[in-house]
């Protein structure tokens, strides 16, 4: 058995072994932790490591370039910091909400506003110019390829349009949905992105809905917090001026503007509010330049004739009549172009073509307006048969060319719908043989409609069919009413009527195989006459016996025949050669081709009644502006 001495100094000798391993493991920490310190002092870098110059720290090439970017970002919205304008001063207390305002407070309300922007000039409410250097129109074609959040600062655009709505949240940031020219756009406008040296308040508190505004500013596409949200291409203003402010509140969106009346009247509110109008119009404009385009390729020259004149002819209707003071005779304002286009053939000029304004003193309906425009060609040494072939191409290549198709819809004031083909060949209906089907009688030989029995014979065919014509019951009045209700009601595709008797033409020149018809076609569409056509009358003679005719007539009562003009009668003995002539209804055809039933939906400012109103405030006067003194105008 062990002594107690030995066995204190096995114990003494664990203690000591347990202390020392102790000591063996923490120097090994240590050691570990000072090599560890050394490394990064000194680094070993793997390939994958790159050094960050800002931190000095090594780290992976995605790593160092999300850093990077992040301190692209912060430098871009620090730069903007620095340019930001000082947050507005406290709002005024508030006015009447503009929204629950009548026309009339609205209108004194802003007047007074414009008048005091004039006074002070802060801003100029009228400025002189403003350079635009963008059209909108192509700005979704452009920019429409921009994604959500993404703008192009390197391009700066300049841009005018109207405001039709203004959203706002809060007080740096405005919304406005313009348009111009047919395009419509937004506009954001934030005090973070604004560059003017005007204050943000300063350039948007006074804008107002129907405003036209100038801005500056780059593309770009909204960035909504809505996930499911693409943004909105937009127009990010870096600048925004003021440039014609409108004194009356607008329509709102929600209700439009849709009372035919008070459009026509306001030809100017109604193309701010329906896009509609506007586009109508603009098919007009193609149409006029397509037909000249057609005309002017085809060798003919464009010609202008008198307005006033002391003999209105060419055409079955009555003038409008006014007074010369300095001549001291009465003038009517031309019902066609017709006889003077003919005398410059007669001059040499054998190709000749005239789009204008004619006037008649006649009924106001769907298709009739006391003014409208025709267009009216000569073409010599041309026949009826020739004007026909260039009708059909005319009228194909126009329609083709505005809608984009040889198909298209009409639909009437009573909503029935007409599918109508445009293309050739166009049907053509013999007058008098269908008149006798209809009938079902055989109508006197062509060369005796112009005589009483025949007279007797047509107001017992009205009797039988239930007709009723206006007076004066002539031979043309009462073969023209049978032939717009027997026949024309049948022409909705494209079709010529042929075959007129020569007592309803006295301008056409005599069929060369039937006797007592003429050579003349009318094309109608949808039931309605869009050309008039002869082989012209040559002859001065025969031209002599046609005027005594319609001078017969007008002694009848008749005061839509035509009168006997000896100018023209004269420049015809000078020999008119063989012509084709041809006069189209501009206005008709823009209401088939941009699907209008009424003439008024065609014309820039249709003939209206006076209307009974109460005296409307006038801007001058809200703001009491006097009118200045002027000792005379110049006449230019």
């Known amino acids: 058995m062990a002594s107690t001495q030995d066995v204190a100094e096995k114990v003494k000798d664990s203690v000591q072994q347990v202390a020392d391993k102790v000591q063996e493991l923490t120097t090994s920490d240590n050691t570990a932790a000072s090599a560890s310190t050394s490394e990064n002092a000194a680094p070993t870098t793997t390939a994958a490591q790159l050094l960050d110059e800002v931190t000095g720290e090594y780290v992976s090439k995605s790593e160092l370039k999300k850093r990077q970017k992040q301190r692209e970002k912060d430098k871009q919205k620090a730069e903007r910091e620095a340019t930001r304008q000082p947050p507005p001063a406290p709002k005024r207390k508030a006015g009447p909400v503009e929204e629950d305002l009548n026309p009339n407070q609205y209108f004194e309300i802003r007047s007074r506003a414009v008048k005091r922007m004039k006074d002070e000039k802060n801003p100029n409410p009228f400025p002189h110019k403003f350079s635009v250097t963008y059209d909108l129109v192509n700005f979704e074609r452009e920019y429409g390829h921009l994604k959500k959040g993404e703008h192009d600062r390197e391009r700066t655009v300049s841009v005018a349009a109207r405001i039709y709505n203004i959203r706002t949240a809060g007080d740096n940031l405005r919304f406005y949905e313009v348009a111009v020219n047919g395009a419509e756009i937004q506009i954001m406008a934030t005090n973070l992105e604004n560059k003017s040296e005007k204050p943000f308040i300063e350039q948007h508190d006074h804008l107002r809905r129907g405003d036209w505004i100038g801005v500056t500013g780059f593309p770009g596409r909204t960035s909504p917090k809505r996930e499911d949200n693409p943004g909105e291409l937009s127009v990010f203003a870096q600048e925004t001026i003021l440039l014609a402010p409108c004194l009356h509140q607008i329509p709102s969106e929600h209700y439009g503007f849709k009372d035919q009346e008070e459009r026509y009247r306001n030809r100017h509110l109604d193309l701010i509010m329906n896009k509609r109008t506007r586009d109508t119009f603009i098919a007009r404009s193609k149409i006029t330049r397509f037909i000249r385009n057609y005309f002017d390729n085809a060798g003919f020259f464009e010609v202008?004739?008198?307005?006033?004149?002391?003999n209105a002819g060419g055409a079955t209707a009555k003038p409008f009549t006014t007074h010369h003071n300095d001549l001291n005779i009465t003038l009517a304002l031309r019902i066609a172009t017709e006889l003077p286009l003919k005398q410059l053939v007669v001059g040499g000029l054998t190709k000749v073509y005239e789009m204008g304004r004619v006037f008649r003193n006649e009924g106001i309906d769907l298709t009739h307006n006391p003014e409208f425009t025709t267009?009216?060609?000569?073409?010599?040494?041309?026949?009826?048969?020739?004007?026909?072939e260039r009708t059909e191409e005319l009228v194909e290549g126009m329609v083709n060319m505005v809608c984009g198709s040889l198909q298209t819809k009409f639909v009437t004031q009573q909503g029935e719908?007409?599918?109508?083909?445009?293309?050739?060949?166009?049907?053509?209906?013999d007058m008098m043989p269908a008149l006798e089907e209809a009938?079902?009688?055989?109508?006197?030989?062509?060369?005796?409609?112009?005589?009483?029995?025949?007279?007797?014979?047509?107001?017992?065919?009205l009797k039988k069919t239930g007709l009723e014509c206006t007076p004066p019951l002539t031979n043309t009045?009462?073969?023209?009413?049978?032939?717009?209700?027997?026949?024309?009601?049948k022409c909705v595709n494209p079709t010529f009527i042929t075959g007129h008797p020569q007592v309803m033409s006295p301008l056409a020149k005599y069929h060369r195989e039937q006797p007592g018809l003429c050579e003349r076609f009318e094309a109608f569409v949808c039931k309605k006459e869009i050309v008039n056509a002869y082989t012209e009358l040559n002859d001065p003679f025969d031209q002599r016996l046609r005027f005594e005719e319609q001078a017969r007539q007008k002694a009848q009562g008749d005061d839509e025949a035509q009168v006997l003009d000896e100018a023209f009668l004269t420049a015809m003995e000078y020999g008119l050669p063989p012509t084709g002539g041809w006069g189209m209804g501009i206005d008709r055809m823009v209401m088939f081709l941009t699907n209008n039933y009424s003439i008024k939906e065609v014309l820039t400012f249709p003939m209206m009644k006076d209307e009974q109103v109460a005296p409307?405030?006038?801007?001058?006067?809200v703001v009491g502006v006097e009118p200045v003194m002027e000792e005379g105008t110049t006449h230019k």
């Not at 409307?616 to 006067?621: F, I, Q, S, T, V």
């Open 616 to 621: 409307k405030l006038k801007a001058a006067e």
């Open 477 to 489: 009045r009462m073969i023209d009413k049978m032939v717009g209700e027997f026949i024309e009601e």
């Open 417 to 429: 719908t007409y599918d109508v083909d445009w293309s050739r060949p166009w049907k053509r209906i």
């Open 375 to 388: 267009c009216e060609y000569y073409e010599a040494f041309a026949d009826v048969y020739d004007v026909m």
């Open 439 to 461: 009938c079902g009688e055989k109508f006197p030989p062509g060369d005796q409609l112009h005589t009483q029995e025949t007279n007797d014979f047509l107001k017992r065919m």
């Open 304 to 310: 202008e004739t008198p307005v006033l004149l002391k």
